[in-house]
């Protein structure tokens, strides 16, 4: 079976701190992994996944297979980055099916 | 170029009402989903297809029916509805070979 948690269901940070969304996961296969956002008003979208290894809007996430964890870092937070984020894993058999974390609500204080 | 289109918005529905919540792409995706999320948690797979006369069951399944008769629409059926499918409802589609999902806006069902 496969999990993903999320352990933070809130995280505030001021303006310019750095921030770290966590997560963890649970699968005994090679997964893919995912983060999605959700802004206020908006759909559910795409932020980043491990294997194109990009940075998008600042934000970097590094799959850690030894802590089975993919968190979601951005040096300098900004207001605009306050959104919901989920974590997302797919595994490797099978073809798009994702397993959601219970999200984490970022707020970023001016 | 709409992308993932769901309706209705918002409905209420009665215990024992039937309903289908409606998903249409124009991205000629051949992967679509059907995922309900309860307050405070993650989303959960309901359905998916992997092309039109194609469909299969994803973790919570039980009194939802879905059918796939073209590449475009994706329907998700409720039989008898159930307070336990008070949720709301999210439908994507993707490309098999990238696996990024495209969510539509979501559908808010309570059912009293």
């Known amino acids: 079976a496969q999990r993903v948690t999320q352990p933070e269901k809130l995280l505030s940070v001021f303006k310019g701190a750095p921030v770290e969304l966590k997560c963890n996961y649970s699968y005994s296969g090679s997964p893919e992994l995912f983060w999605y956002v959700q802004y206020s008003r908006q759909r559910l979208q795409l932020l980043l996944r491990?294997?194109s290894r990009e940075s998008i809007k600042g934000f970097t996430a590094d799959l850690n297979k030894g802590e089975t964890s993919f968190h979601l870092k951005k040096p300098f937070a900004q207001e605009e980055d306050s959104a919901m984020y989920y974590c997302a894993l797919k595994r490797g058999s099978t073809l798009g099916r994702l397993y959601f974390g219970r999200g984490t609500q970022l707020t970023v204080w001016p | 170029n709409a992308g993932v289109t769901q309706t209705p918005k918002f409905r209420i529905l009665k215990i024992g009402q039937s309903m289908t919540l409606q998903c249409t792409q124009d991205m000629n995706h051949n992967y679509m989903y059907w995922y309900r999320q309860d307050p405070g948690m993650g989303l959960k797979l309901i359905y998916y297809s992997v092309g039109a006369g194609i469909t299969d069951k994803g973790e919570v399944p039980n009194g939802y029916n879905v059918s796939r008769s073209t590449t475009e629409d994706f329907p998700l059926r409720l039989e008898l509805a159930a307070p336990s499918q008070t949720s709301v409802y999210f439908c994507?589609?993707?490309?098999?070979?990238?696996?990024?999902?495209?969510f539509g806006p979501g559908t808010r069902l309570t059912v009293t």
């Open positions: 994507a589609s993707s490309y098999p070979e990238f696996y990024e999902q495209y």
């Open positions: 491990h294997i």
